[in-house]
Every structure is written in C-alpha cells, then in structure tokens.
C-alpha cells in the first residue's frame, strides 16, 4: 500500500469515530445483545446456545450500518477524481478504505462482544471462540462493506439497497462464523478462507466501481 494513503486512512479513521459511528455501531450492536433476550425468555441453556449466533448477525447488521458513508460522500466531493489525477490506483484507495472502516468498526464492536456475552450469558470459552470468530470475520465484512458502498454509491436510495446486495453475500461469514461455536478451529479455517477471498477480491471490485462512478 503506498504511503501516501496513511493519511487517507487517519482521516476516514478519526471521521469513523469522531462522526459518532463507531458509538452508533456499538449502541446498536448492545440494542440488538439486549433485547433479544427479552423475544426468547430467560432460559439461560437457550441464551448460550443461540447467543453466538445473535452477536453474529448483530455485527453483519453494525458494520452495514455505515455504507452510504463509505464511498458516497467522497464521489460527490471529487476526492476520487483528485487521487486518479495523482496517479493513485482506485484499488488501492478502496483496500485503504476498507482498512479504515475495519479500525473504526471492529475494536469498539469486540469490546462491547464483552457485555453482550454477559447478557447472553455466554460462557468464557464460548466468548473467545466468539471474539476469535470476530477477528478473523470482520475483515472480510469490512471489505464486503466498502465493495457494496462502491456498487451502491451512485444510486438513488443507496441504503436500502446496499443491505440487499450485501446481507446475501455476508452469509457465508455469518455461517462459519456462527459455527465456529460448535464446528472449532474447522469453521474458524472455512471462515478465515472466506474472510480472505473478500479482503483479496473486493478491493478490485470495488475500485471498478468507483471508476464507473466517475465517469
């Protein structure tokens, strides 16, 4: 990665977090840890069971939440344009952007994995099978996030179909991710292939994209 995008990615950072978006992922992410007990009950042996399963899709949801923000804002504002005239690859810039959304998304989503496991009354071992999961999947939403905001950024009503073009594509994550909890170290195998595939793929994908934007 050139180094001419380090500060590319400081500042999509500290927008991340300075712009309230990481607390609003974490708000949502513990909405989601918090209510769900109350729909099932207080069956504890239920709550360990499915919790995995709950964080998983609470992430997938949190780090949808910020697609239109990814991309869109600087393709109207001619960021893209002015980084291709300085002989920047759109690859490159959307693997930075993706590395960006990564660091702003996913420590603060981790931590708060910390409360929600206490709420789903997850065990020890269960929560660091869990936030292992976490670690080797959010990658690979993070870049499935920023390739989706890309696809999208030129649309009218980007949200509403970015959630439709990328919950589809995040099942695989959210399948092994889940599984991780009863598969063990061959879930976490299938999900760091996948993981992989999308860090390595989307930024091309994504990239393409922008370029169709800007023309």
Avoid at 107 to 129: F, K, N, Q, R, Y
Wanted: aromatic fraction near 6%.
């Amino acid at each position: 990665m050139s180094g001419s995008l380090w500060p590319l990615i400081r500042r999509d950072v500290r927008r991340g977090y300075a712009g309230g978006g990481a607390t609003l992922v974490v708000v949502f992410f513990l909405l989601v840890a918090t209510l769900f007990p109350f729909a099932i009950g207080p069956d504890a042996a239920l709550l360990a069971r499915v919790g995995g399963g709950v964080i998983w899709a609470a992430a997938l949801l949190a780090a949808l939440m910020p697609v239109e923000r990814l991309v869109a804002p600087d393709l109207e504002a001619g960021v893209f344009d002015q980084l291709a005239i300085r002989g920047q690859s759109l690859a490159a810039v959307a693997a930075a952007r993706m590395l960006a959304h990564w660091l702003a998304f996913a420590p603060p989503l981790m931590l708060a994995t910390v409360i929600a496991a206490g709420l789903l009354d997850l065990s020890a071992e269960t929560l660091l099978l869990v936030e292992a999961g976490l670690a080797i999947g959010t990658p690979g939403l993070a870049a499935l996030a920023v390739a989706t905001a890309a696809l999208t950024a030129s649309l009218r009503g980007a949200g509403a179909i970015a959630g439709l073009v990328m919950l589809p594509l995040a099942v695989p994550l959210l399948i092994f991710g889940a599984g991780a909890l009863s598969g063990g170290a061959s879930a976490l195998k299938l999900l760091a292939a996948v993981s992989l595939l999308l860090v390595a793929g989307a930024p091309f994908v994504a990239g393409a994209a922008i370029r169709a934007a800007m023309e």
